[in-house]
């Protein structure tokens, strides 16, 4: 399985390390769609992502349309992770080449880019909450696609 993840405008450099240190653990492709709320050389990134940002395979774009213009030539589902989504990703099948895209973690993605997505997943969790950490949905994303390849 050759499984991507996207990361919509991120906020907190820390949040993004470690999604590298992930990506580089886990032999996973990370994707930053620019702007970025932060300088992507920030201390905080480097810090979060310690030694393994060497390692990790990240690719940035520009903008929205150039990642969905690369995305969809090289045929890949972009699969949106929202609290707004009805599919809970439990119960998502999973393919190879997937890309796994999270949004800001202060304002999610535009609607523009909610409407492109292939689809929309969500983590379930209790009502009164609002949403968890993007690292740590990004974990559990990754964790359940992998799974699903039996890697």
């Known amino acids: 399985m050759s499984l991507h993840i996207a990361l919509y405008q991120p906020d907190i450099p820390g949040n993004t390390g470690t999604i590298l240190r992930l990506g580089a653990c886990l032999d996973i492709k990370v994707h930053i769609i620019g702007p970025a709320g932060f300088d992507l050389s920030d201390r905080a990134l480097k810090r979060a992502g310690m030694d393994y940002l060497a ?23 972009i699969l949106l992770f929202t609290t707004k989504g009805a599919t809970p990703y439990t119960r998502f099948a999973f393919q190879n080449d997937d890309v ?52």
């Open 55 to 77: 390692q990790a395979a990240l690719q940035r774009h520009e903008d929205w349309q150039t990642f969905f213009t690369t995305m969809r030539a090289e045929k890949h589902r």
């Open 100 to 151: 796994l895209l999270f949004g800001r973690e202060s304002a999610g993605v535009p609607e523009h880019v909610n409407n492109l997505a292939d689809a929309r997943l969500t983590i379930p969790m209790k009502q009164t909450a609002r949403s968890l950490n993007l690292a740590m949905s990004v974990a559990m994303a990754a964790g359940e696609a992998i799974r699903q390849a039996d890697l």
